[in-house]
């Protein structure tokens, strides 16, 4: 009892650290320990809860990513409406509000609070007795969607208030907004995916707010700040200011870039200023809200229908101009991604000439109704990619032509798809499109593909660039005294690649299937499709139920499959690379036996001896199967160092759970 005492106060203690340092960091931003010793107290509290599961409360530090994957958001009341703002784009136009609030308060003086305003994603955060009990976004004022999960995941919100006099219930409401280093950092890895790519920090923040899986939100490094009260039950505020202060001592992050203003002039200072200093601020801002400070006054005030009367955002004018646009054209990323680009005609903008700008994909291209032909605005801030923000209607004159999405590929003239994802984007589905060619003949090449050492990125580069691989084909048609015209290769380099091309003739109908790169189709759905149907050819007379009834094949990779061996441009290849020798068959593996036949194996954390491919393929070797996600129909998690969430929820649901060592002795 006593060391169950023990551990419980430690447990406690360690919370409290963890909280006082998400404090200084985020609220004070003064932190006073590293990272690393941040992150060995949460490693600490971690294993002692793991240890000792009686003790682990929702409002843990530990219970930031859930790891559950929502099939929807439920949507939630505000217990009070959240209004949006009246804009004003002049100080003339801030100035005749001024004077509304002067008559509203029938002259008395008052004070302003300024705030920098974020570009970011509106939320209500929901708090009793000091813990974090829900998230919503705003929705339409009313009402709003569940995020809590997601809202989780953001260490610049407290999961649970510090400090005196917190209130039995409060509101606060905020923006979550996305650091513009974290923006290209996440726009450069899709790029490299060749997923469609966020237009701003904005809206890659609301993106990923919506998303139903926690973990990938947790990987996009979302932020907040504070800024408004809502529904509230505890000691009363006097002031905005106060409020502020407040919350700001009670662990909120809240923007240190704020004035309390005498008057108007006071205000209108702060918004040059910051009209001039916001490129210099590591996250976007598109103007100031400026609140009557007095909350007697804001009752006083009160709404419109849409609009507190007390509030107002001053937005600043963006580095725009306008243009025509000549035309729409479509570019093909490397993976089959079509992405618009506007043509302009030449204009500066910023000190800069600018004819081109994207227009990020053909969703966008439909909510601005832009055609060609039309008079189009741009905006350009800072060093960002200028962008096409709205049409000019009134100066049409019926002549402008609406753009219509392709149906074949402007590049190769195959047909095109439109993905069936959350974040939709048409694709070109020709594997030997040249405007993917490169990217899918290194795939091809890989090691965990056909293994074809030394045919590298350089190489693929220049056997491409003097056309002597126009598709998988010809890598098999590749003589010596073609290579040795390419400056890479001298007489023995020339030698080796082509005994490794030979080599790789050999490579089993799963290594194949997955060089092709089939869309959605990995290392294992390749491998479970070989076993599945042990030839190509069966493969590609098989019906799309055939594929969706092997139970790791979902319908969308079932959907890609059937796709890709309908495509008469992929038929034709098959052909080929059979005449060329390449083996089309799977040794089917004798099962041994085993403790893992027709039980179910998810591994987490890094193992040390195997890599997470190679054990994966033992267990199918010893007939079992594996899984990505734990559920009730795991049988064994095996763990390695550093495990993820899969750990937590296979102990939450008592799945069996080994080591390494134990694994190594189960298939020996």
Known sequence: MRESSKIKREIEELREQIFHHDYMYYALDQPEISDKEYDDLVRRLKDLEEKYPEFKTPDSPT?????????????????????????????????????????????????????????????NLTYENGVFRRGATRGDGQSGEDVTVNLKTIRAIPLRLIGKDLPEFVEIRGEVYMEKEDFEELNRERERRGEVLFANPRNAASGSLKLLDSSIVAERHLNFFAHSLGAYKGKAFKTHWEFLEKIKSFGMRINPNRMLCKDLDSVID?????????????????????????????????????????????????????????????QVGRTGVLTPVAELEPVECGGVSISRATLHNFDEIERLDVRVGDRVVLERAGEVIPKIIKVVETVRTGKEKSFKIPLRCPVCGEKIIKEKTEEVAYRCINISCPAQLEKGLIHFASRAAMDIEGMGESVVEQLVKN???????????????????????????????????????????????????????GEKAAYLLAQKFKTLDNLVQAERSDFEAIYEIGEIMAESIVEFFRNSRSKKLIEKLKRAGLNTKEEVIKVKKTSFIGKTVVFTGELEEFSRTEAEKIVREFGGATSSSVSQNTNFVVVGKNPGSKYDKAKKLGIKIIDEEEFKEMIK
């Open 270 to 330: 702060f918004c040059k200023m910051w009209q001039e200093k916001r490129e210099k601020l590591s996250y976007d801002i598109d103007g100031v809200v400026i609140k009557v400070n007095s909350l007697s006054q804001q009752k006083t005030l009160g709404f419109t229908l849409k609009s507190p009367r007390w509030a107002v955002a001053y937005k600043f004018p963006a580095k725009q101009v306008t243009t025509r646009l000549k035309d729409i054209v479509v």
């Open 467 to 521: 056309n002597l691989v126009r598709d998988f084909f010809d890598i098999y048609l590749l003589k010596k005294e073609d290579l040795l015209k390419l400056e890479l290769f001298a007489d023995k380099k020339a030698e080796n690649l082509l005994i490794a091309i030979e080599a790789s003739k050999k490579r089993p109908l799963s290594r194949l299937l997955y060089a092709l790169g089939i869309r959605h189709i």
């Open 63 to 123: 219970q930031r990513v859930s790891g559950i994957i929502l099939e929807k958001f439920n949507t939630v009341k505000h217990k009070e409406k959240m209004f949006s703002l009246d804009n004003t784009y002049s100080f003339e136009e801030l100035k005749d509000w001024d004077e509304r609030v002067d008559k509203g308060l029938e002259g008395k003086s008052r004070e302003y609070v300024t705030e920098l305003k974020i570009d970011g994603v509106s939320s």
